[in-house]
């Protein structure tokens, strides 16, 4: 039992820098190149663990904290997200708050380690992160709200566990859900339409321009947290949509993997398809997100 | 679930929409959309009892509500060159929450009819009525008058919805009627809004304020 | 129970002495801070020792010779008096010592042996408060703890602003305070002893309730009742800001808790409903207030309005529970409450202590003067950074675990049959998660302005050194926050007792224990893993030399301090998106058009929008009413005592006719 609710975290530990390299080759295909490589990501990781540093002569401590206090807090929080189609490795009741709040305190850190350059362009990108976040993290709630309603759980995994029984009047209800939590998705990974992880300098930024100081380790800490907060979130769609069908474990965890890089393609396609919204058009996505959640509430 | 049960959920994200859009044409397009949701709801709902009367109301009003009102809409927003609402006198992201009052009012004033609790006709009238408020809130919150003209489009979209709920053909028949009294009025408002915009170069409703004595 | 006495005892001597001999002011600091000190641990001793008991812990009832003919004197202390009365001597005892340095710096200016006399009052004032057992005893504590704090308010009182906002403070305290004269009048019900257990509160229960919310509530500084505290918060000295922010404000929710305990069964569900709604708004404005905010107290202070939301929309939920018979909910929602204003005691007072410290090191509050502080500060950052951490609600400290607790309570309520019930649970999480949002803005603001990038002034470049003195109670609050966030499954237990004597006579829900297990070990292993990144990145990562360069600026040439990211540009995008509630007003806001612009000057500030549209309008409209009145007022003695003259002239008629 144990080793089918770890082999989701190892998985998400080994495969998570993978599921970038997907959305990469998603997006050159559909625009007609060849791609960098699937396993692009990795080498970065490699190379940049092995970097030398370069810390502004501005910064404090924080700044080489923050990227470590986010590197642990988003793998803890993966350690309550049910995976592979079992439960998650610590499941209790009122789990989601903790993941959401871990979440949050890696967003803190990561924005005092962008304020602590004193660069004009990262106060920006932190000033629009707190911004987005802020309307992020109540669609995120309402969403997993709604199905708590349907279910009647309050963990993660036991409301992963039970989406399989629902009945087909719950399915607007899920596809509301679905639909929310993909864009909270979006914005919390800072992909289009929100946030362009492409550009480093455009006064658009959030993400990537908050990280702009970063080099070396750090920086590897940071797009390794990153590419596990996709993972996470990839993993949450599917584990609350995605009834897994009864079957042996291993085709189970085949087939739950199957639908993460599932969604990693629908988030390159989303991103080839899409232009970034205009920064003030931004916070009525995620409000609609966030009232598709409640409307979701309602009608469960 | 019923594919009646989607088409509902169409209308309610359409109006959910219809709070967060600038854009006038999007506005006409949900309006239309909504339009060929209610075809389709009414198809459902006759299906066992279709006969070639019934079918041409159903019909026209799918195509009147769902083409041709749309249709002339969308013209004059060409012709006006009026694309999104430059000042909504209510900001969107607090249209949209309006809007979530909105519904829990709807499902509110339903749940305190006499109605089936939890039956399709309970669901489908809460539904229209949202649908109508949403129409009356695009009249009242957004300043140009081709919102106001949607608004009433959307309105009646919703009237149409909640009185489709009571199954049967009088009610059909009077909404004709009604369908036929928006017709002419949307008509009559692009044309005065042709006009209006030939006068004063604009299509603030606030503006026509100058015209009391 | 003897330490008690010695412990108020020893505040009121040692206050007074400390002001007789105000001429020497270190003696007097000295004394007065160490005095105090020493007085709050001697009273907190037999505190603790209560609470130690447990649940099974009988109420101590003592009678005072009394000899007024109203009241009975008469005091009790139960475990609810026991867990507020341990908040008040430790936070002030605190406060005391770090006021030994904190007005150092008026040495030679001026004398303070005053503040000493008026902080002693204060603090022996709450714990009367919290120990009164009849309404005579209560009042006149309540009446104390106003007085002495409006003298505390007005310390700076050479300065407008300072005596416009003790003006506002004794106003709003006494306009409370008449509501609570009403309230326990009406509950003593003919009653001269106005003692509590005989207080029978008949068919009035909504009228209590209501005069409840708004006498406490406006000490609390319950939303929209709290106008006087930014203004009261920010002017008085850092010490008691951090007292009245830290306690002073809890003795309403105090106040709110044994109330309710009294009016009893059955609890109407508009009562829930009430709190948690105007704790909702009061949560989601405040913060949204204090991230506005230029000034560090004054963000401190809307902080706390948001905090005491917090805590009421959790008594609004327990009350829900009650009404509702549902002992889960009821356990959850009071024991939030109760956590909370421990919580919000601990985090508060270190932010306030921290305000002050950065006011004397660098001398001056403006957000937008700071900057860099970190590397000339580092104690005080890290002290600070706690503080933040933990304000916003986040694990592994202590705010998350009373945070926790309310959503516990709502989500609980979620699949209620009743529609309006689940309706009040959604908007709860709803608010929470909201503020838990802001509150992430509003103190990553804080921090990095403060303390984070180039100074922004010469003030800020030239920091002067924070002594020992004030880092030491902060310390101490640091590690209680950390303790009570990584011990909450043991520390829980002991909000049973306090929660027994507030009415809630069930047992803790079986549903908190896993998340406080689990908290408090993932808060643990975060701290673990972070050390152990920390140590694998600084071993492992990186065979070449860190160097050292300025900020990366995209090729500028010549970057200077102004040019960062300010508090106010930092917080611009949310203040726009809520611009329709906060109303800031900005001066000179046009955009540049010449190409070759003289200088220019902006400036925005946020005023209190209930303050401005509507306690002014108010009162004035009271003023006018109330000018006509004024022709009776003519000036001339002769009138007056014409005035004296009818007024005999007529009581002596009516004594004949009757």
């Known amino acids: 039992m144990m080793y089918e609710r770890a082999l989701g975290f190892v998985c998400a530990v080994l495969l998570s820098p993978f599921l970038l390299g997907v959305v990469n080759r998603t997006k050159a295909k559909v625009a007609g190149r060849k791609g960098q490589p699937l396993l692009q990501l990795y080498f970065d990781l490699f190379k940049l663990m092995r970097k030398g540093v370069v810390y502004s002569k501005s910064t404090t401590f924080l700044f080489r904290l923050g990227p470590w206090v986010g590197l642990a807090c988003v793998l803890l929080a993966l350690l309550l997200v049910p995976m592979t189609g079992a439960s998650s490795l610590v499941s209790f009741g009122g789990d989601l708050i903790l993941m959401a709040y871990l979440l949050g305190l890696a967003r803190f850190f990561t924005v ?7 660069s004009a362009f990262e106060g920006m990108g932190a000033s629009r992160e707190v911004q987005f976040s802020m309307l992020a993290e109540p669609a995120l709630f309402m969403a997993l709200l709604a199905v708590a309603r349907l279910t009647g759980a309050w963990s993660l995994s036991e409301m992963s566990a039970s989406v399989g029984q629902l009945s087909g009047a719950a399915g607007v209800t899920m596809g509301l859900v679905g639909m929310t939590l993909f864009l909270v998705l979006l914005s919390e990974n800072s992909r289009i339409p929100v946030d362009d992880p492409t550009t480093h300098l455009e006064l658009t930024m959030i993400h990537e321009v908050m990280v702009l100081d970063h080099s070396g380790p750090e920086l590897s800490g940071i797009l390794y947290g990153a590419a596990l907060k996709l993972w996470l979130f990839a993993a949450l769609l599917v584990s609350l949509l995605v009834p897994m069908p009864e079957g042996h474990w291993a085709l189970q965890a085949g087939l739950w993997v199957a639908c993460v890089f599932c969604v990693a393609i629908g988030v390159g396609l989303v991103e080839s398809g899409m232009a970034r919204l205009r920064l003030v058009h931004v916070p009525r996505l995620l409000v609609g997100a966030g009232v598709l959640s409640l409307v979701a509430v309602f009608l469960g | ?47 066992d009892d279709m006969e070639l009367r019934m079918g041409v109301i159903v019909g026209a009003t799918t195509i009147v509500k769902g083409g041709l009102l749309p249709w002339f809409l969308a013209r004059t927003v060409r012709d006006t060159g009026i694309r999104r609402e430059a000042e909504p006198v209510v900001g969107y992201v607090f249209s ?44 009242v919150a957004r300043a140009s008058i081709m ?36 017709a002419v009025a949307v008509f009559l408002m692009a044309v005065m809004i042709h006009s209006v915009r030939r006068e004063f170069s604009s299509l603030d409703a606030d503006r026509l304020r100058e015209l009391r004595d | 129970m003897l330490g008690l006495w010695i412990g108020v005892a020893g505040m009121a001597l040692v206050g007074l002495l400390a002001a007789c001999l105000g001429r020497w002011a270190s003696v007097s600091r000295w004394l007065g801070g160490m005095g105090l000190g020493v007085a709050s641990v001697i009273a907190a001793v037999p505190l603790v020792g209560y609470l130690a008991e447990g649940v099974g812990a009988k109420p101590v009832l003592i009678s005072l ?4 003919p109203l009241g009975c004197g008469s005091l009790a202390l139960d475990s609810l008096s026991a867990f507020f009365g341990l908040l008040i001597v430790g936070v002030t005892g605190l406060a005391a010592v770090y006021g030994i340095a904190y007005l150092r710096h008026d040495d030679g200016h001026r004398r303070t042996g005053g503040t000493w006399l008026l902080l002693g009052l204060l603090e022996a004032s709450m714990l009367g408060v919290v120990l009164a057992h009849d309404g005579v005893v209560f009042l006149l504590s309540w009446e104390l703890m106003t007085l002495s704090s409006f003298g505390l308010v007005v310390f700076d009182h050479h300065l407008p602003s300072v005596r416009h906002a003790g003006l506002v403070y004794l106003i709003a305290g006494h306009l409370g305070a008449a509501c609570l004269f009403v309230l ?47 203004e009261a918060h920010s002017s008085a000295p850092s010490h008691v800001s951090a007292v009245m922010s830290g306690v002073m404000l809890k003795t309403g929710i105090y106040g709110v808790i044994r109330v309710v305990s009294m009016l009893g069964e059955p609890v109407p569900a508009w ?39 917090i805590i009421f929309m959790a008594l609004g939920v327990g009350l829900l529970g009650k009404h509702l018979g549902q002992p889960a909910l009821e356990w959850l929602g009071f024991g939030a409450a109760l956590l909370h204003s421990l919580n919000h005691s601990l985090f508060k007072t270190m932010l306030f202590f921290g305000a002050g410290a950065l006011m004397h090191s660098v001398g001056t509050r403006q957000l937008d003067m700071l900057g860099g502080l970190a590397k000339r500060l580092p104690t005080l950052a890290v002290f600070c950074l706690v503080g933040a951490v933990a304000i916003s609600g986040l694990p592994p400290l202590n705010g998350f675990v009373s945070e926790v607790m309310v959503y516990a309570g709502a989500w609980q ?27 992430v803005a509003c103190f990553t603001r804080l921090c990095g302005a403060a303390f984070l990038g180039e100074p922004r002034s010469e003030m800020a470049a030239h920091a002067h050194p924070v002594s020992a003195l004030m880092l030491v109670p902060m310390g101490v609050l640091a590690l209680g926050c950390l303790v009570v966030g990584l011990g909450s499954w043991w520390f829980i237990g002991l909000l049973a007792a306090p929660l027994a004597a507030a009415g809630v006579k069930v047992a803790m829900p079986p549903i908190l224990d896993p998340i406080l297990h689990w908290t408090s070990l993932l808060g643990a292993g975060l701290l673990g893993l972070v050390l152990l990144l920390w140590l694998l990145r600084n071993v492992m990562g990186g065979t070449h030399e860190a160097r050292r360069f300025g900020t990366w600026d995209c090729g500028y040439a010549q970057p200077t301090a102004r040019m960062q990211y300010t508090a106010s540009s930092f917080a611009q995008p949310l203040t726009d998106m809520f611009s329709w509630l906060l109303r800031t007003k900005k001066q000179n806001a046009e955009p540049l058009t010449e190409p070759f612009p003289d200088s220019k000057h902006f400036l925005s500030h946020t005023d209190d929008l209930f303050l401005n549209k509507v306690f002014h309008p108010a009162f004035h409209g009271v003023d006018r009413l109330l000018s006509v009145g004024r022709v009776l007022q003519g000036g001339r003695v002769q009138v007056y005592i014409l005035y004296m003259l009818v007024t005999l002239i007529i009581l002596l008629a009516y004594q004949m006719e009757g």
Request: aromatic letters at 10%; glycine letters at 14%.
């Open chain 1, 112 to 118: 005092l380690a962008a304020l602590d350059t004193g």
């Open chain 2, 1 to 47: 679930m019923g594919i009646t049960e989607l088409l509902l959920a169409a209308m309610v994200l359409g109006n959910i929409y219809l709070f967060l859009s600038s854009r006038i044409l999007v506005y006409v397009k949900i309006a239309a959309f909504q339009g060929l949701v209610l075809g389709a709801l009414s198809l459902l709902g006759h299906l």
């Open chain 2, 96 to 139: 949209s929450l309006i809007g979530v009052g909105l519904l829990g009012i709807s499902m509110w004033v339903v749940g305190n009819l006499p109605l089936v609790e939890g039956s399709a006709m309970q669901r489908t009238v809460a539904v229209g009525l949202f649908t109508a408020f949403s129409g009356l809130f695009l009249c």
């Open chain 2, 147 to 182: 919102s106001q003209a949607v608004g009433y489009l959307v309105l009646e979209n919703g009237v149409f919805l909640a009185g489709m709920a009571f199954q049967g053909e009088a009610p059909l028949l009077v909404e004709l009627g009604v369908l036929l009294d928006v």
């Open chain 3, 65 to 68: 010779p009394w000899g007024l």
């Open chain 3, 184 to 230: 326990f009048l009406w509950m003593a019900n003919g009653d001269p002893t106005l003692a509590f257990e005989r207080m029978q509160v008949g068919p009035w229960a909504n009228l209590c309730f209501v005069l409840a919310v708004v006498g406490f509530g406006t000490k609390a500084g319950l939303l929209p009742l709290h106008v006087w505290l930014p």
């Open chain 3, 271 to 309: 009562w829930g409903v009430t709190l948690a709604v105007l704790g909702a708004a009061g949560g989601v404005i405040g913060i949204l207030f204090a991230l506005a905010q230029q000034d560090v107290k004054r963000v401190l202070a809307y902080s706390s309005v948001e905090n005491i939301g």
């Open chain 3, 413 to 439: 309520s979620i699949g209620h049959a009743s529609r309006w019930v689940a309706s009040i649970s959604v908007g709860v999480v709803l608010a929470l998660a909201l503020i838990g949002g802001l509150a």
